[in-house]
Nanobody
């Protein structure tokens, strides 16, 4: 059973930066894909990006490319979402999720992830 705990959310002004952390524990974590999703009030949960733990390969949705990046620290079993040039539209609850050996084509779909963190609120003021 994989467990995920997010941290690092908060209030930031437009143009600012935040780094979210997703601390993972459980068996074979290095064989998982870890995705980041977000959900704004009244909207569907949206894929932000993901990282394949064993080789660090990443993929991002177009709306965050060039502003967000994902990295992992295997020694700490932690995945990070680095968010720069934040916009008010980035305001949402951010979740990390994990799935074992998830095929690349399945990364953007929330339903393909088995394990979820509790979420952390990010608020970007204008």
């Amino acid at each position: 059973q994989v467990q995920l705990v997010e941290s690092g959310g908060g209030l930031v002004q437009a143009g600012g930066s935040l780094r979210l952390s997703c601390a993972a524990s459980g068996p074979s974590i290095s064989m998982h894909t870890v995705g980041w999703f977000r959900q704004a009030p009244g909207k569907e949960r949206e894929f932000v990006g993901a990282i394949r733990w064993n080789d660090g390969y990443t993929y991002y949705v177009d709306s965050v490319k060039g502003r967000f990046s994902i990295s992992r620290d295997s020694a700490k079993n932690t995945v990070y979402l680095h968010m720069n040039s934040l916009k008010p539209d980035d305001t949402a609850i951010y979740y990390c999720a994990a799935a074992y050996r998830l095929a690349y084509a399945m990364w953007p779909e929330a339903r393909n992830y088995n394990y979820w963190g509790q979420g952390t609120q990010v608020t970007v003021s204008s």
